[in-house]
């Protein structure tokens, strides 16, 4: 025990000496490199992105070609289809590439979009404080009271189906996370000298909200943004696999879950192949998420692994 | 003795309250302060008396719910009260400059030093291009006597030691030439070598940009050091206001006398420091007499009765006490 103790005393002295709270954007790649989650993480994402931008140039069939020839229905795997066909003949392999395209691009934009509209929410929240935070808050605290899914699912709904009301239903149902812990950082932050101090030299409300809090605030918000990708494909599955996602025949895995799911006892590789992919896919987002809070984390330096 | 210069900043009857659930808080109470030019002014006085008040008064940042309420602050014949926030916007960093007590907190640790530098230049000067930002900081690097100033504006503030993010601190505040300093205990945070070679580096700079400074401190032996002109200050009242050398040699004030008695001297054993006995008063309950009649030793019937006068006891010694305000008020 006193050992490891000691030890562990030494790793926070040597943490101390090595400044403390702030890393230089070289050594936190560096330590991001040491780090296998965030490896494997980052390796499956841009693996899972280089095959949905190259999807259309692959040699591989057209996702949404039907052959309605009897004996390409329902083809199990074979060296041809190399994930089988499904019931209207199309190549399975083809349209899980293609759902890649569809799935990230839904992700990415949703939370690009939710993390903007949280970001500007919950700084003004938090910097301001006063009647501006409470009016924001109660906000943030309405969205926030419903599960994320829910929402998208009413919004979708609502809106119909479709690439782009897909995203907007998922930002709007996304958003409050991220305001909620954006006025949680702001409001520590505000109070932090330099702020005070780069008032006292003459800096306006905008350039000490986004020149002063806001970098410094960033590091959760990449963590959150990471497991928040994660989440919105999920999201925007589930929509799709209940029929308010992307519309037919834009390939999207959710989708194909749902048309695999009547034929799961004879032709399982019809929903198993796109599962597959989405279970990766999420994976390597979560990962590279929890990889990157250990590295962003100061008080994690050094300290694991 | 001192050069006949004009004031450059004129405080009068500045009133700073806080007005919280509890009551009103009279957090400075009808201050009056002259600051002329290129000269040091010393405040000094215990913690809460008000003196980072003043500062924060002066140059419009006193914290919600605090409010100046009443009195007049003139800079250079220009009322600072009556100024639009914009027009305040740039009289901050430029005109009036401020070091905090702590600059390894009050340096932003995700930007280098260099564009530190460059933000407050670039903000109030209107300098966009980055060889002239570059430049301009790496004089002001070398002008507080940092060593390779060029690749100092490349680091972070904590690849820095306090003394270097001490300086950088200085550096920014007086990259706009401002024409008064305000430094609030811009050594607490250092050790007492680096504290001698910041104050040095101070009274230099002082002199050689003909600015003016404000230091506030609790520290005697720093004022004593660095400033022409003492304020003390005590439950947001300036009770003494002297040149420096006077201060020490003729403290008129009690609380003047106290602190300096307090003040141990190098040289002379002592079991036990003199104290000045009793607690500051609560500054939401101040009785309408002298605020230190509760732990005045000299404290007469009048001093509970009335507020005493400022009244100059010597050429350029100014002192709220009874003691002082005449035959009448003493027996």
Same mark, same amino acid.
């Given at each position: ?51 949905? =931008?190259?999807?259309? =140039? ?43 395209? =569809? ?191 250990? =590295? ?10 | 003795?001192?050069?006949?210069? *004009? ?49 924060? !008064? ?38 009036? !400059? ?36 570059? *430049? ?14 060029? !690749?100092?504006? *490349? ?23 401002? !024409? ?117 030793? *000299? ?33």
């Amino acid at each position: 025990m006193i050992g490891v103790r000691k030890g562990l005393n030494d790793k926070l002295i040597s943490w101390k000496m090595a400044g403390g709270v702030k890393q230089s954007a070289a050594d936190m790649i560096e330590r991001g490199a040491r780090n296998k989650m965030v490896v494997i993480g980052f390796t499956i994402i841009v693996f899972m992105v280089l095959t949905a =931008v190259l999807a259309p =140039v692959l040699p591989i069939a057209d996702p949404t070609e039907q052959n309605l020839n009897e004996d390409e229905l329902l083809q199990p795997p074979s060296s041809e289809n190399w994930f089988g066909t499904d019931e209207l003949g199309r190549d399975v392999f083809s349209r899980v590439l293609w759902g890649a395209r =569809v799935s990230l691009l839904v992700a990415t934009l949703a939370v690009l979009v939710s993390m903007v509209i949280g970001i500007v929410l919950g700084l003004t929240a938090g910097y301001f404080g006063g009647k501006v935070d409470y009016f924001i808050s109660g906000t943030i605290d309405l969205f926030w009271t419903f599960p994320p899914f829910l929402l998208a699912l009413a919004f979708a709904a609502g809106l119909g189906a479709g690439l782009y009301n897909v995203i907007l239903a998922i930002s709007i149902s996304y958003w409050a996370g991220f305001a909620r812990l954006m006025r949680g950082q702001a409001l520590s932050m505000r109070e932090r000298q330099f702020v005070e101090a780069s008032r006292a030299l003459g800096a306006g409300h905008l350039r000490m909200m986004f020149v002063h809090v806001l970098p410094n605030c960033i590091a959760p918000l990449i963590v959150w943004a990471s497991i928040g990708v994660a989440d919105a494909i999920t999201i925007e599955s589930s929509l799709s696999f209940l029929g308010v996602g992307t519309k037919p025949p834009t390939p999207s895995w959710g989708w194909m879950l749902q048309s695999g799911m009547l034929y799961l006892d004879g032709a399982s590789w019809v929903s198993t192949f796109p599962g597959i992919a989405m279970v990766f896919t999420i994976l390597g987002f979560n990962l590279l998420g929890d990889g990157l809070r250990d =590295v962003l984390d100061p008080r994690m330096k050094g300290l694991r692994r | 003795m001192m050069p006949v210069t *004009k004031p450059l900043l004129e405080i009068k009857g500045l009133t700073t309250q806080f007005f919280i659930q509890e009551g009103t808080v009279t957090a400075l109470d009808k201050v009056d302060l002259t600051i002329y030019e290129n000269e040091s002014v010393g405040i000094v006085g215990e913690t809460g008396c008000g003196k980072s008040m003043t500062a924060f !008064s002066i140059l419009r940042l006193v914290p919600h719910p605090g409010k100046i309420t009443a009195g007049s602050i003139k800079f250079k014949g220009t009322e600072l009260t009556a100024l639009t926030a914009d027009q305040m916007r740039g009289v901050r960093g430029q005109r009036i !400059s401020m070091i905090f007590q702590d600059a390894a907190t009050a340096l932003d640790p995700v930007f280098t030093v260099g564009y530190q530098l460059g933000e407050v230049i670039s903000l109030h000067q209107n300098i966009y291009d980055k060889a002239a930002l570059d *430049k301009k900081s790496e004089d002001m690097l070398k002008l507080v006597k940092i060593a390779a100033p060029a !690749s100092v504006l *490349k680091q972070y503030p904590h690849e820095l030691s306090g003394g270097m993010k001490q300086r950088v601190m200085i550096a920014i505040a007086l990259s706009c030439s401002p !024409s008064l300093l305000i430094a609030d205990e811009p050594t607490t945070a250092l050790d007492v070598t680096i504290q001698a070679q910041i104050l040095n580096l101070l009274k230099d700079l002082v002199r050689t940009t003909g600015s003016s400074m404000m230091l506030i401190t609790h520290n005697l032996g720093v004022v004593a050091e660095v400033c022409d002109r003492i304020c003390v200050m005590y439950a947001g009242r300036i009770v003494e206001d002297a040149e420096t050398f006077e201060l020490f040699a003729n403290p008129k004030h009690p609380y003047t006398s106290g602190l300096l008695s307090a003040f141990p001297k190098l040289g002379e054993r002592k079991e036990e420091l003199t104290v000045i006995r009793g607690t500051v008063p609560d500054l939401m309950r101040l009785a309408p007499g002298c605020a230190f009649v509760d732990r005045c030793d *000299k404290a007469m019937a009048v001093c509970r009765k009335e507020r005493p006068n400022r009244v100059e006891v010597a050429p350029g010694h100014y002192v709220s006490c009874h003691l002082w305000t005449g035959g009448e008020t003493s027996d």
